[in-house]
């Protein structure tokens, strides 16, 4: 499917804007972020100084906000993925530099007094919407303490910077590697046994990146080897990381103290949807009791399944359930993975994404040249009937040294007559246009491709503050959730997923995916609190508190209470938690997202198709295109014609499929 094509909806493709780090030297891109800082501080000066008791101070602010969304949008990518370590160490400095520069503007009395004196009451919606999070971003911030208190404030806000940049390098730089006999590779599909050739001793290497450890985890038939690489990725970031999060935690409950909170469980939820952290811990409480039923029928029929090859087995454990799943959905669901991979060739399926959304929101995708951080990054333009949306850039195939998940990074936030949008999607899908996926890796495609169509439509704010992605931060995994739903429907795989002779996926095999669908459902969400407790846990406790005093003795106790697997022994797993530097206490969101990502599914559900052309631009138009611009609970209402309800949440917790 050719989904790359100009027509006469789409502009001429133009070459790119200024241009990525990937083909100019390390001083170059050296000097221009420092440019950058030198521009951001002397407009902070005149905003400091100047006449601003009138609305211009918005746009003065605006200003500077654009030189910061540039240059700590592109530092935030460039330490994650670029492949030369000088320009990465250039960007993690870049990146310090501008949160300090972020943080000044948080602690300026005169521009919060300016900012005061503006009056909303004559301005347009969006614009006392910004105004109102302006004011209430800025005390939390700390701008009404004392100046010794906003010293320390600075101070803690510059090594929290250091310390997650270390925290993330620790995880991204530690792959782990093991060593098993050729005959572990027994259950894997052909072409990773051809891919992981055996040595002179007849052993072979396998790695903790996702290529090598997903497929080994859900078809390896050796438990031994499957118990080994689980061990080995679940040691990443030990011990490095170890002091790197005790350090984090202290100083994230020192800021909270100064700032006015208890705990940084309760500054970080207090702008979110959910409002607190007590309101977070609740609901965590309430999914894993909603899930409990669903889970213990789930483990009971992996533990059967064990039992068929070890009748004596009385637990199923955490590096055994993907494999076992894969079992009970290939002798109760009638389905086989490894039959489905054939139609899922990288190529087919990157093009499916492209050409399922273009139908959707009636867009067209445009390769274009450009200078990119690596050779197999390609560019895009995004356009509609009315022009340029947006540019993205697909970094999907793993490497040494860099990031090691799935993710949407930002580069540019759109703001209207002044820069269109760009955003860049990073994964570690399998390289080659004819690699084949596993399904997981298509809903997780479909998942980022969400955040970013997000951010490309959300890029024709006046602010840029709004612009985007900028909704509260629960709302955040709601539309890439929701995209997911596409990877299992029936017309959208068939419009792409085609194996090597040409042969369109079969529908008994559609309907044996969502038929196994359902398969371990209650286990996961369970799964997901224990990391979303863990996640909140830590930052509830004053860092003197004795359960923290051991991360993972606090980590398995968490995981009694929340998992339905228990703790295997020398495995670290909150040290290569990477959410726990970038999300902090609220990886609840992923969960509370997914609640608001099933209600909003509904209309599509009762359309005639999922891509119904109707549907998609209403959706467009109420929840993606407004970015931030109004609450994310009237962003809903807007599309639903009514508030956000519980309901097809719990249907789906249940459901057969």
Request: charged share 25%; with cysteine; hydrophobic share 40%.
């Amino acid at each position: 499917m050719d989904t790359t094509s100009t027509s006469s909806a789409a502009p001429k493709a133009k070459p790119l804007g200024r241009p990525f780090v990937g083909r100019i030297d390390v001083s170059a891109y050296s000097d221009r972020w420092h440019q950058d800082l030198v521009e951001g501080r002397s407009l902070l000066t005149a905003l400091e100084q100047g006449d601003k008791a009138t609305q211009n101070v918005l746009d003065a602010l605006n200003a500077l906000w654009l030189i910061i969304d540039r240059a700590s949008n592109e530092a935030g990518l460039l330490r994650n993925v670029h492949p030369d370590a000088t320009v990465r160490a250039q960007a993690e400095s870049a990146e310090q530099a501008f949160s300090k520069l972020v943080t000044d503007i948080g602690l300026s009395a005169p521009i919060f007094a300016a900012i005061k004196a503006v009056d909303a009451a004559g301005a347009d919606a969006p614009t006392a919407y910004l105004i109102e999070r302006t004011l209430r971003d800025f005390r939390r911030a700390g701008v009404d303490k004392d100046a010794a208190t906003q010293a320390r404030v600075r101070a803690l806000r510059e090594e929290l910077v250091e310390i997650g940049q270390a925290f993330d390098k620790n995880i991204r730089d530690d792959v782990r590697r093991i060593t098993v006999p050729a005959s572990a590779l027994a259950g894997l599909p052909a072409d990773y046994v051809a891919a992981h050739p055996q040595d002179a001793q007849g052993q072979v290497t396998l790695t903790t990146d996702y290529p090598d450890y997903l497929p080994f985890m859900t078809y390896a038939q050796d438990d031994a080897a499957r118990k080994a690489l689980y061990t080995a990725f679940r040691q990443r970031g030990y011990p490095g990381n170890e002091p790197m999060l005790g350090r984090m935690l202290e100083r994230r409950h020192e800021l909270a103290n100064l700032l006015g909170y208890p705990t940084w469980a309760d500054f970080i939820t207090e702008d979110k949807m959910i409002g607190s952290a007590a309101k977070a811990q609740s609901f965590i409480d309430q999914i894993d009791a909603l899930a409990r039923h669903r889970a213990e029928g789930d483990y009971q029929e992996l533990l059967a399944a064990k039992k068929k090859s070890e009748p004596s087995a009385t637990e199923v454990m955490d590096w055994q359930k993907t494999f076992l799943e894969e079992q009970v959905k290939r002798d109760s669901y009638a389905f086989d993975s490894q039959a489905l991979r054939q139609y899922l060739p990288f190529g087919r399926v990157r093009d499916g994404i492209l050409g399922t959304t273009a139908k959707m929101f009636g867009v067209t995708f445009t390769k274009v040249e450009g200078s990119v951080w690596h050779e197999g990054v390609v560019a895009y333009e995004m356009a509609d009937k009315d022009g340029l949306i947006g540019r993205f850039y697909l970094d999907l195939h793993p490497r040494p040294n860099k990031y090691k998940h799935a993710a949407a990074f930002p580069l540019r936030s759109g703001v209207s007559g002044v820069q269109v949008p760009e955003a860049a999607l990073v994964c570690n899908f399998p390289e080659g246009e004819d690699a084949l996926l596993e399904h997981n890796d298509v809903e997780t495609f479909f998942h980022e491709f969400g955040h970013l169509l997000h951010h490309l439509f959300a890029g024709k704010q006046k602010w840029v503050g709004l612009s985007g992605i900028a909704t509260e931060w629960d709302f955040v995994e709601a539309p890439s959730q929701m995209l997911e739903e596409w990877s299992f429907d029936g017309p959208t795989l068939k419009s792409f997923a085609q194996n090597s002779k040409g042969e369109a996926i079969g529908d008994d095999l559609i309907a044996a995916l969502r038929k196994a669908r359902g398969l371990g459902r209650g286990l996961w969400v369970r799964q997901q609190m224990f990391y979303a407790a863990t996640s909140l846990g830590y930052h509830q406790l004053p860092p003197q508190d004795p359960a923290l005093a051991n991360t993972d003795l606090m980590m398995q106790k968490l995981q009694a209470r929340y998992s339905p697997f228990a703790f295997v022994p020398d495995t670290h797993f909150q040290l290569s938690f990477g959410h726990l530097e970038g999300y902090s206490a609220i990886y609840y969101t992923y969960m509370w997202s997914l609640v608001i990502a099933k209600d909003l599914f509904t209309p599509f559900e009762a359309a005639p198709s999922l891509t119904d052309a109707a549907v998609a631009d209403r959706y467009r138009r109420t929840v993606l295109a407004p970015g931030g611009s109004k609450p994310a609970a009237a962003l809903v209402a807007d599309f639903l014609g009514r508030p956000s309800s519980f309901d097809a949440f719990g249907k789906w917790v249940n459901a057969a499929d």
